[in-house]
């Protein structure tokens, strides 16, 4: 999986990230500081990276209408954001349609950790449908 963090987030977070395979870039190591909401969201896309922020303006559908692989996999699939944000590609079967759900991303005492899910039930596969698996 492919992040990019948004200036509110701090930097340390990309290599605690990194520690759980996740490839974290910073807006600030690319000297996107200040930009505007749509200005690091096309980097971001450019890159096929999910975006991480604390800004709520990046949740408004209005100026980032649906489309985007997240979107579409969290809206039609249902996985919760914290587990699609933990997925890894061995868990990505694009030949069967299929993801394995047995990971989140929780954020305890301000450090995010990559945690089982709270009950056995959390840990399914999820069928994708061939939109998906082509935005994949």
């Not at 690091?40 to 303006?57: H, K, P, Q, Y």
């Not at 993801?99 to 399914?124: E, H, N």
Request: proline share 5%.
């Amino acid at each position: 999986m492919k992040v990019k963090l948004d200036e509110g987030l701090p930097v340390s977070l990309a290599e605690r990230l990194a520690k759980h395979g996740i490839d974290a870039d910073t807006v600030l190591a690319e000297n996107l500081s200040g930009r505007s909401d749509p200005e690091v969201l096309a980097a971001a896309v450019a890159e096929n990276r999910i975006v991480f922020t604390l800004d709520r303006g990046c949740g408004n559908i209005r100026a980032y209408p649906p489309g985007s692989l997240h979107y579409h996999l969290v809206t039609y699939r249902g996985p919760r954001r914290e587990e699609t944000c933990a997925l890894n590609w061995p868990d990505v079967d694009l030949d069967q349609k299929k993801i394995l759900i047995q990971w989140q991303l929780v954020v305890v005492g301000w450090k995010v950790q990559r945690t089982r899910p709270k009950t056995d039930a959390g840990v399914r596969e999820l069928l994708l449908d061939d939109l998906t698996v082509e935005e994949f």
